[in-house]
């Protein structure tokens, strides 16, 4: 079934199309992949479609709601979480509360309760406190749940944005680039990770360079180029396309490349 | 378990200190002195919620501070109302005027909005210094003295313990804001505001929060400190003393409560000390507050809890 779709998206930035015409649709349990070269508008659209720019045309919706208007935190009550390329953690902040943050709609937020820290607050931050535990479990960071997140690795902190993003619950999960810079062993934990996510019914929308990734776990592709759609469909349909390989290493290229 | 523990024993160690300091207090005046302690770490708690926490700079804070001062002054010499009721008004007032104020400045950031915030001040300070026939003016304008079931409040000891029950309070209040989710918001607004905003934290209501709360601590410092002089002037809600309140904030340690306490008692105590020194009493201050930035960049309470630590271990 279908719960995120976008359709017809465009922006411009005074006057360069960043994103023309891009439009997809993406199913319950599915990984869409979004991949292109460097500048082809992969971030932008993550941008559009969480809120955060908005589009000059085109329409995203949330099961079957438009949702193109809608702020960031709205969205994310709505059912839509993301991660970033830049990491954006809570530096001084543990990794269970960046995680604890992310329950926040979980949560229910009464000021006058927090400042005299009533005793339903402290029952609920108990309760908060063992669910983001346990999506830390997930990424495998339970044993870092009390450092601060601005002191673990980079790898780590990829993971924990993940751990955040899972935390809120989500029906879709936008996912940037969750591999870059991370070795071998820790792009095999996120592959495996983004494969249980996804199997739990959660829509995954990844954008992402590392190609053997994508290809081994992606129900579908997206190949977007300067800001338009290339093609779109399986991985063995955008392997077998010249025009991918083309796009990411010009005419003479993907000569060479066909040859060798 | 060690979060909730810390946060008792601040307050029990805070309310140690309370009650032994006059013990060693040789004569009345070092409990006034410390009363204007009390008085100005509790406003500097509230302020360091919305710098410290939410990561949101006010340089107009003292116009809170003046609402409040100037609401237990106003009201009850022309209007009959107890001061206490003034207080309330008062704190009321200025947490409205936070919140509308508020709403449009708070969506500027850095540099835009210690601007907009600066000019709130001005604005205050201005009202209160020209509006003369409510406020008397520059001159300044007496206050009732503070007065509960016909027992009237005076004298340095009264207000010595009046203000050290304050701070207490305001204190509690602060460290319990810490592990809730409005604590957890305000923290992670300042952090990343771009990713509060996609787990879903409402950044434009808590950073509205924050300052609604900073302007209440604010005000009912102002009318404490106001009751507590018998007199109040345009001063009180200048520019000089929202900068004050900076320093002690930041001087102290952003985001902690001690390091308020502990700032405002340096901003309160080092100007007695140095009046010895007469003419340079601005210069040696103003060179303290250089010198501690350049090697304690953190603030004196965190720098100092990083040095135990580390020593500890």
Redesign the interface.
Known sequence: MTILEVSDIGIAFGGVKAIDGVGFAVAQGQIFSIIGPNGAGKTTLFNVI?G?YRPSHGRVALDGRDVTDL???A???RGL??T?QNL??????TAA?NV???R??Q???N?F?????LPS?TR??RA?REAALGFLDQVGLRDGADVLAGSLSYGACKRLEIA??L??EPRVLLLDEPAAGCNAVETEEIDKLICRVAAKGIAVVLVEHDMKLVMKISHRILVLVQGRMLIEGNPQEVRDNPAVLEAYLGKHGAREAARA | MARLNHRYVILVVLAAVIALLPLVFPSSYYLRVAALVWVSAFAAIGLNILMGKAGQVSLGHAGFFGIGAYAVAILPARFGLPSLVALAIGAALSALLAFLVGRPILRLKGHYLAIATLGFGVLVAMVITTESRWTGGPDGMAVAKLSLFGWRASGSATWYWITGGLLLIGAW?AL??D???????F??L???E??????????NRFKL?AFV?AAVYGSIAGSALAMMNGFINPDQAGFLHSVELVTMVVLGGLGSVVGSIVGAAVLIVLPQLLTVFQDYENLMLGAIIILSMIFMRDGMVPMAWKLLTRTGR
Do not use: Y
Not at chain 1, 88 to 93: D, H, N
Not at chain 2, 194 to 203: C, F, H, L, M, S
């Open positions: 969480s955060m702020a960031p935190d969205l994310a009550a979480s993301r970033f954006q953690i809570f530096q001084r902040m509360e604890m943050v992310g926040h709609l949560e229910r937020c000021l309760a927090d400042l005299l820290r607050v609920q931050n908060t955040r993003a935390a809120a | 209040i319990n804001l592990d809730t989710p409005t604590g957890r918001a923290r992670a300042h952090d990343s771009i990713a509060a905003r996609v787990t879903g934290v409402d950044v929060q709360i």
